[in-house]
């Protein structure tokens, strides 16, 4: 752990916000970023100059420069599962042998798409998407996103193992027309089994004569797939090195690309490959997710703040918050560093939000006259694409900017009750047009973000043991097996529910 950067951020003298402005003209300039149709300013935020050239030095410590060509080139940067990770080779920024696999395997992906389309399973009008964590919450956000004017199929998402979203999920899909799409990287994770298990019921309650004939399997372990009774010929293959929070690049995708259609998905992967060649090419000082990430540190390290707050103000990106909960905190909601030390410090802060205007009417308080500090994000995009008046897009982007410079500016009152203190950082993103191509420079940049906060913390983004422990209780009550093991309180819990 690099002792002297840390400490010459964490006791900088960190000026307001106003003060920033006042003293740096170029400040715009200098933390602004254009990429890919994408306009990022982090200058509501206390980086300065100064702050900016310690980390810096902290990036050099932690060797971030051979950690980001490690990334790209394919060598191990997951050391605790000794892999590498290649949802980069996904979009063809990785290593030459991980793009060619992840592209011969987009082709399959294609072939399926294109028979689907060529009515090699009849008439097919909807898909029942299936899975959970990251098996899903990419997809739903490019379907909710990029759908709205026009998907050429209706795509349900289904996660959750309560009965009712099983049932709002298929409530008013035909069986006759509806393909299952199973998405799972282990194709052991138990919700998703008994929602396939589910979805074979209805379909053959429905009375299809091949109730697994209508699954799709897309994982990274196909032999359980198969032996889940799936045919080889519909099971489409991702790597292992692909996290779930990193798949939507991959066939894990493939339900955006039925809705959106082939060329769509394509798009998306190459806006996320120029936003790759962005991470990886630019000087520290302009890189949009570095910069971003160096933001991130100085508030959870030097400032304490726990949580960071993204609003989207615009519906079609309404997923985002979701998305980004399972993109940074699994990745980064970690106290040991990749070579298996304590951390000794905190690492990602939580990460919450929603969308805009409805949150200022919500949390916004808070964020204005709270006593914590939260860090804003406002994602917005410059055009509409929806039938209203103009105006309505009009004043959804002047709050948006409204609330950043209240944050910001605040107002003084006599009154405590009147008072907003100001000086409250905000980031802004304002995408030119929402579409493919943006979306995926858009998620990209979260992930690289993410990375490089790892980075700077010398801890491993793309293991996740921590979600391990649940599992393995659930399944011993499951099992019957925990009584003796557990606490008064959840024994009682199970008691009374009668499980
Ligand atoms: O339990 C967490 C997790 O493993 C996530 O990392 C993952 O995205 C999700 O569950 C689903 O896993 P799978 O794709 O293997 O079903």
Redesign the pocket.
Known sequence: MAKGPWSAIETHAVQGLAALFAAEPDRLSRLTVEVAGLYFDWSKTHLDAALLGHFETLAEAMKFDAAREALFAGAVVNPSENRAATHVAERGSGAPDAVALASARRQCTRALVDAIEAGAFDDVTAILHI?????VLGPALLVDALGRNGARLEVRFLSNIDGEAFDAAVNGLDPASTLVVV???????GE?LANMAAALEWLAEAGGADPHGRLIAV?ATPEAAVAAGIDETRVLLFDDGV???Y?LWSAVGVSAALALGWDAFEELLEGAAEMDRHFRFSEAGANAPLLAACADQLYVQALGCQTRAVFAYDERLRLLPPYLQ?LEM?SNGKSATADGKPLGRASAAVTWGGTGTDAQHAVFQLLHQGRVTVPVEFVAVRDNDDAQDSEHHRLLLLNAFAQGAALMQGRASDDAQRNYPGNRPSATILIERLDARSLGALIAFYEHRTFANAVLLGINPFD?FG??LG?DIARAIGEGEAQGLLDASTRALIKRAGI
């Open positions: 899975g959970i964590g990251g098996s998405a799972s990287k282990t194709f052991t994770t998703t994982t996290g779930g929070r798949s399972q699994e996740q979600v391990e599992k």
